[in-house]
C-alpha cells in the first residue's frame, strides 16, 4: 500500500481549495467572525468579495502531543479516508528532499456536482525563533485532465503550528475555497458547517490515539 506525504495541505473539508484573494486578506488579518465552535475548535469566516463562498480560519489545540507525532499522521495517506472529510484518494507523486513533495487528491462531490481533483505542491518551513511549523502548498496545473474529474483551478493553503510548550500544540489554518464551476449556497453552508470541524474532530482522535508511526525529524528539532 502506498503511503502519501501530504503535509496537511489536502482538502480539509469537501471543496477545501483555495483563491490568492487568501494572502491579500491575511495579510491585514481583520474582519473574521466566529461562525462555529465545537470542542475547542473554533471556525472563522470572512466575506470574499464578488462571491458567494467565504474565506476560513481555524484555531485549535493538540494536547499531549509533538509536531512529529501529527506528522505522524498526516503524512501518512493510508489514514485520510478515516479523518480527511469527503476525501476518496491520495497518492504522493513526486518527493524532492525532506519538506517538498508533489501530491494528488480526489474529493467526492454530491451529485449533480461533478467530483473535483487536484495536484499539489507542498513546501514546509520551520522558524526556530517562532517554533512555528508552516506547512504551505499550492495547485500544479500541469497534470493532464482526468476523465469523470474536474480539475480544481487554483489552491493555496497555509497551516501554522505553534509550539507553546513540550506537549502543547497550536494550530492556525487559513484558506479561501476555488473549487471551479458553479457552486450552490447550500453547499458552501454545508462545507463550513460540517467539513472543518468533522475533519479536525477526528485528526485530533487519532493523533491522540497515537496511531502513526512516529520517525524522527531532525530539522525540527526534536519536536
Not at 509550539?163 to 500544540?169: A, G, L, P, S
Request: net charge negative; with cysteine.
Amino acid at each position: 500500500m502506498k503511503t502519501t506525504y501530504s503535509f496537511l495541505y489536502a482538502p480539509l473539508f469537501l471543496f477545501g481549495f483555495y483563491s490568492m484573494t487568501l494572502f491579500v486578506s491575511l495579510a491585514t488579518n481583520s474582519n473574521w467572525q466566529l461562525h462555529n465552535e465545537v470542542e475547542g475548535i473554533k471556525v472563522y469566516t470572512k466575506e470574499i468579495e464578488d462571491s458567494n463562498l467565504k474565506e476560513l480560519k481555524i484555531e485549535m489545540w493538540f494536547h499531549d502531543t509533538s509536531l512529529s507525532e501529527i506528522l505522524a499522521i498526516i503524512n501518512d495517506g493510508t489514514t485520510y479516508k478515516d479523518w480527511l472529510y469527503k476525501c476518496m484518494y491520495a497518492e504522493n507523486i513526486e518527493t524532492m528532499g525532506k519538506k517538498e513533495k508533489i501530491d494528488y487528491f480526489q474529493l467526492d462531490f454530491p451529485w449533480p456536482l461533478s467530483n473535483r481533483d487536484i495536484y499539489s505542491h507542498s513546501i514546509m518551513q520551520y522558524d526556530t525563533v517562532k517554533k512555528m511549523l508552516l506547512v504551505q502548498s499550492d495547485a500544479v496545473l500541469d497534470f493532464p485532465v482526468k476523465d469523470d474529474f474536474v480539475r480544481v483551478p487554483s489552491a493555496a493553503t497555509r497551516w501554522h503550528f505553534y509550539i507553546k510548550n513540550d506537549r502543547d500544540i497550536f494550530l492556525d489554518y487559513y484558506t479561501a475555497p476555488n473549487p471551479g464551476g458553479s457552486i450552490p449556497d447550500w453547499m458552501v453552508n454545508l462545507v463550513i458547517d460540517k467539513g472543518p470541524t468533522k475533519s479536525m474532530l477526528k485528526l485530533r482522535e487519532l493523533v491522540g490515539q497515537k496511531k502513526g508511526v512516529v520517525q524522527p525529524i531532525d530539522w525540527l528539532n526534536g519536536h
